[in-house]
């Protein structure tokens, strides 16, 4: 049976949405923020600030589902070979920043829940900082890797998850 040249439908929309909400949150966690300076300070979240930091809390509990779903489906489902003709380390630091991606996207919401629902503020500080931090980092470190696996190698690693 020939390898699969590109990743399933499924796991490459698993792959985007995950991306647009993780990109949301960690761009626009305003509304948290608010919310949190507010109980900080001992005053009345409005209606509105209590809706906003919700919304915050529901994409990251949609990623945290997301992360699962995307799992099962990784694990369930063949993935495109490693592309030919790169150095060996090359595929090393790739699965690392992955193995990092993953443990990232699920500590950052798992975090995020123990702090917002369950008050832990030890649980804040790592989400708001470093986790927050080394999330920013591998996601750039990811973005880098996909640029240069197209540009430089010119493989088709970035093509296997956006146009297949």
């Known amino acids: 049976m020939p390898a699969r040249s590109a990743y399933s ?17 960690l761009l626009f966690p305003d509304g948290m923020n608010a ?8 005053q009345t ?3 509105a600030d209590i809706a906003s930091a919700n919304i915050h809390a529901y994409v990251g509990i949609a990623v945290l589902l997301l992360a ?13 070979e490693r592309p030919n003709g790169q150095p060996a380390f090359l595929h090393h630091i790739a699965r690392v920043t992955h193995v990092l991606l993953y443990a990232l996207i699920f500590a950052m919401p798992l975090s ?6 369950l008050g832990i503020e030890a649980a804040g500080f790592a989400h708001g900082g470093p986790i927050k931090m080394l999330l920013w980092i591998v996601v750039v470190l ?3 890797g996909a640029l240069v ?7 088709d690693v970035l093509r296997r998850m956006t146009i297949g």
Request: charged content about 10%; aromatic content about 20%; overall charge positive.
């Open 149 to 155: 696996q197209h540009f430089y190698f010119r493989s």
């Open 142 to 144: 990811h973005i880098f």
């Open 68 to 80: 699962i779903i995307r799992l099962a489906v990784r694990f369930s489902s063949d993935t495109p």
């Open 112 to 117: 995020g829940i123990a702090t917002y629902y």
């Open 45 to 47: 979240p409005s209606p």
């Open 9 to 25: 439908i499924p796991q490459r929309l698993l792959h985007w949405l995950m991306a647009l909400l993780i990109f949301f949150n």
């Open 35 to 42: 919310w949190k300076h507010l109980i900080r300070n001992g």
